[in-house]
């Protein structure tokens, strides 16, 4: 039997002390841009394929923004429940995600 194992002293996290660090707004406006691009190419993907399979030009497009908007909204919930993307609550240090 194989066993992987990850060296001790390499994190999956960011770890500032004894919590964790929540990436700063260039970081988060890095990551948000990432999930623009990638929805905007998997509209485009998804509007060619629905015009090459017979659609019309106008429901090709509306094809693609349905995959942009799907897409987008997907990458951005799942940038936010991994704590990468949101602005604190009130009272809360920037860095620290919360309990």
Sequence with gaps: MVELRLPAD???????GDRLVRPTFPVQVLLVTLSFVSSLLAAVV???LSHETGAQVAG???YGGGAFIG????CVTVL???GLLGVPRE???PNDPGE
């Design 91 to 93: 009272g809360r240090h």
């Design 60 to 62: 090709a497009v509306l």
């Design 10 to 16: 390499w994190s999956t996290t960011l770890v500032e």
């Design 46 to 48: 998804a509007g060619v």
């Design 71 to 74: 897409w987008m909204t997907l």
């Design 80 to 82: 936010t429940a991994l």
